[in-house]
């Protein structure tokens, strides 16, 4: 079933084999550096990373942990200069301290971790011949945000009696934003970062003032008992039992103007409160932003958000005040998908059904607009702090983990990773479906949605697989109706972006074919569709995060490089990226072909 021909233009490169070496590995003729690593100092008056002498103060002008999204901008009237805006999901203590107590961390190294999450921008230099990157260090749009950072909460929801404390009765400022894990670029040149696995770093669920709030602490995963890091030793504000509203300030999609280091963040109430994994916008034909967001857990939904107001073009001030309010106002949606086969050709195998495709129809089923909730029994309030039970209530598709979202420039339509869910048809738990169509699903599919007359404020679409991943000799996987002895292997999609050739490049989170994690590249049009190709690996324990493709360069962020079982900093399980006898280092990476030509072009 050969295919003939060269690849899809932007993807012709010698793809990397799959393996489980300790490093990154790229493609014969390219070369890397490492752009920046975690204890990288960034703002005025912040130390040099030592391993031996960290402390709160010093991480608090550092790069943080663990990056994970990353958005790339152009400096306004600074030539060779790119801005980065990079989430730092968590933290992992025993790969960050010597002799890490889990009982007993101390309050220095809690504030680290502290300082360790939120946000870093920083500025970073091209190099004029070739695609390699490096930070510097005290630009004046240098920024962090952290786990203490002051936040303004805006939208319907800011203000509610649901997300009042005793440190603001005003329900209107927050401290601090967590486990940051993917984002988005609006077009008016704010960056969205969204808060997803919130939940793990509050204690005491099971001590909630009443029934109705442990039902809700429980939809949304909070736990009974200490929380992992111990936080709650330090500040009452993460102990359920004593502030029982706190919890409910987390798990919110954030904006920054990255242009404007003092400008205060905001936590986006419209966009409701969901282990938020990532936002991507268009533009509806009448100029109004919709927002695309999934809520990473197994049989969690896909939502979206629809402005009620036009953007305004342009840098003014008064177009910025205006965009500024753009994402506070309008309607919340999740998604119901419906496949067109017979549900008993649905077999939970992977086998497409006899018409050939994983495909059907859908709706967008709203919850809520502005101050009105479309739910019954529950206030609008209530629908934007606790979504999940929202879309449980309206019959919303259950999903297998939705993780990031990329709406292609060039086609509009809209791609969506569903990672995993080991659990799909297992008992007890929702079934195979034709957009969710294996048991076990292990290693995840790719899920392409085209709005109906391809507009964004349209609550009808279409939807169809585009890849059901795993190892091509499974007869369970489907790539684009491309021959499947000439893809790379593909195993749980996490991350996505598009290169300006309108090629899709995956990257993935968790392997279950026995290799590391990778960056794939994937024309999704004309007659390569679906030929998947790989671009890089990551090192031992890693997760390939926050790709960027842009002509010259490659860049990805390797997260938790050496986060095995048992690992420590006694007992490294990677020593990336700088050999024996240092810290393991989470670090944005850098690829670049050494002939400076074009990425994926031909030679
Ligand atoms: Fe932080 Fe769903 O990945
Ligand atoms: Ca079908
Ligand atoms: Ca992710
Ligand atoms: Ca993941």
Redesign the pocket.
């Known amino acids: 079933s050969g295919k003939a021909g060269k690849p899809a233009r932007g993807l012709r490169f010698s793809p990397v084999a799959p393996n489980t070496k300790d490093a990154v590995v790229v493609p014969e003729g390219h070369d890397q550096n490492l752009v920046i690593r975690w204890g990288d100092p960034i703002l005025r008056g912040a130390p040099a990373f030592d391993p031996d002498n960290q402390s709160a103060k010093a991480q608090a002008g550092q790069f943080g942990y663990n990056n994970?999204y990353m958005a790339v901008l152009d400096v306004p009237h600074e030539d060779d200069r790119q801005l980065l805006v990079v989430n730092h999901?968590y933290t992992d203590e025993v790969l960050m301290f010597a002799g890490y107590d889990a009982d007993n961390p101390t309050r220095e190294q809690v504030e680290i971790g502290w300082a360790a999450h939120g946000l870093s921008v920083v500025v970073a230099a091209e190099d004029r011949k070739v695609g390699k990157l490096t930070a510097v260090s005290r630009h004046r749009l240098n920024r962090r945000i952290t786990a203490t950072t002051p936040f303004e909460v805006t939208g319907p929801a800011a203000g509610s009696k649901l997300l009042r404390t005793s440190a603001d009765p005003s329900g209107k400022r927050i401290l601090g934003t967590l486990n940051n894990?993917?984002g988005g670029i609006t077009p008016w040149g704010t960056v969205l970062s969204g808060e997803?696995?919130f939940n793990q770093y509050f204690a005491n669920a099971d001590q909630a003032p009443d029934a109705t709030a442990k039902t809700r602490l429980k939809r949304y995963g909070f736990e009974e008992g200490a929380s992992e890091r111990k936080w709650e030793r330090f500040d009452d504000r993460f102990d359920i039992a004593q502030e029982p509203n706190e919890p409910n300030r987390f798990g919110w999609m954030i904006e920054v103007d990255p242009f404007d280091p003092d400008s205060t963040p905001r936590k986006l109430t419209a966009l409701g409160r969901i282990k938020h994994?990532a936002a991507e916008p268009r533009l509806t034909t009448d100029g109004r932003p919709v927002l695309y967001m999934g809520d990473?857990e197994e049989f969690d939904y896909f939502y979206k958000f629809v402005s009620s107001k036009r953007m305004m073009k342009g840098g003014s001030r008064a177009a910025r005040e205006h965009n500024r309010t753009l994402l506070d106002e309008g309607t919340l949606y999740v998604a119901k998908f419906t496949g067109d086969s017979p549900a008993k050709e649905i077999d939970g195998s992977g086998k497409l059904p006899d018409d050939g495709e994983f495909d059907g129809s859908g709706e967008w089923i709203p919850l809520a607009t502005g101050d009105t909730s479309h739910v019954d029994g529950m206030t609008a309030e209530e629908v934007y702090v606790f979504t999940r039970i929202a879309a449980d209530k309206v019959g919303a598709t259950k999903m297998d983990r939705p993780?990031d979202v990329e709406p292609s420039p060039r086609t509009g339509r809209v791609y969506v990773a569903l990672t995993n869910n080991t659990d799909r048809g297992k008992d007890g738990k929702a079934p195979v479906d034709e957009a969710n169509p294996r048991t076990g699903n292990k290693h995840g599919q790719i899920l392409e949605l085209t709005e109906r007359r391809n507009n964004p404020g349209s609550t009808r679409f279409n939807w169809r697989l585009f890849l059901v991943c795993g190892d091509p000799e499974d007869p369970g996987t489907y790539f684009g109706g491309f021959p499947k002895d000439q893809v790379s292997p593909i195993s749980c999609p996490?991350n996505l972006t598009f290169d300006a050739f309108g090629n899709l490049w995956i990257s993935t989170?968790g392997n279950e074919l026995g290799n590391h994690d990778g960056l794939f590249g994937v024309a999704t049009a004309g007659g390569r569709r679906g030929e998947v190709r790989q671009f890089l690996t990551v090192p031992n324990g890693a997760e390939t995060c926050g790709p960027i493709v842009q002509d010259r360069r490659v860049l990805v962020a390797v997260q938790h490089p050496g986060e095995l079982d048992g690992a420590s900093v006694e007992k490294p399980a990677s020593t990336w990226p700088e050999g024996p006898g240092t810290l393991v280092r989470p670090s944005v990476v850098s690829v670049w072909r050494r002939d400076g030509g074009d990425i994926g072009a031909d030679a």
Do not use: M, T, V
């Open positions: 994970d999901e894990c993917g997803e696995n994994e990473d993780e996490d989170d």
